[in-house]
């Protein structure tokens, strides 16, 4: 039963590193792109509209998934 629990553990732990190494990166890549394609091709209110709004996602999606000590 051991053997079996650590690797039920590992695998949801090894997922969430990678969620927690992946979301700046598809912040980091998503908003440049987005924002200036909805500029050209739907208006500028749009872009800035999709910049706020994924701005605040990605912000919260960061505090979400951040790795921050335990307190106690």
């Given amino acids: 039963m051991g053997a079996h629990a650590n690797q039920a553990e590992a695998q949801p732990a090894g997922a969430v590193k990678a ?3 992946f979301t700046p990166l ?3 890549l998503v908003v440049p792109i987005l924002v200036p394609l909805l ?3 739907v208006s500028v209110a749009a872009g800035v509209l999709a910049a706020v709004i994924l701005s605040c996602l990605w912000f919260s999606a960061m ?3 951040s790795e921050l000590p335990s307190h106690g």
């Fill in 19 to 21: 969620l927690v190494a």
């Fill in 26 to 28: 598809a912040g980091a």
């Fill in 63 to 65: 505090l979400h998934t």
């Fill in 39 to 41: 500029m050209v091709r």
